[in-house]
């Protein structure tokens, strides 16, 4: 996302959404979750485009590193998945209209075949039946 905005002369600056912290102490992690939530990222005015956004950090207790990882790697599965469904649906529509394309190349091919060898009328279905009178 951020490339293609910066291809697209928008702002260049990095937005981020999320971010994890890990502390090697569990006492350390609850305190800097607690000062820091909902607070101002600060810093000076000058340069700091995230200067008047705010801290959202919470403590998650039992929570690991690997669960993180875990998270991530499922999120990206999913998403491969639904990518793969809806390419395979797409596929699939596609065939189905090639098909009917070729069969309409078929048909249209045998209704000149019969209307050069059985005259034209009788060719479209209209006009009387064979065997009536």
């Not at 207790?61 to 875990?70: D, G, S, T, V």
């Not at 469904?85 to 699939?92: E, P, S």
């Not at 060898?117 to 060719?123: C, R, T, V, W």
Request: no cysteine; proline share 2%; charged share 35%.
């Amino acid at each position: 996302y951020h490339e293609r905005r910066k291809r697209s002369g928008g702002n260049k600056k990095v937005l981020f959404t999320e971010g994890w912290v890990e502390f090697a102490e569990r006492r350390m992690a609850k305190r800097v979750a607690a000062t820091l939530n909902g607070g101002t990222i600060g810093g000076k005015k000058r340069h700091n485009f995230w200067r008047d956004d705010h801290w959202n950090m919470q403590y998650l207790p039992k929570f690991k590193w690997h669960q993180l990882k875990e998270g991530a790697q499922y999120a990206r599965q999913v998403r491969k998945a639904r990518l793969e469904q809806r390419l395979g649906q797409a596929r699939r529509e596609n065939n189905f209209y090639l098909e009917q394309v070729e069969q309409a190349k078929r048909r249209s091919k045998m209704a000149e075949k019969r209307a050069k060898k059985g005259g034209g009328a009788a060719a479209d279905g209209e006009g009387p039946a064979e065997g009536e009178g």
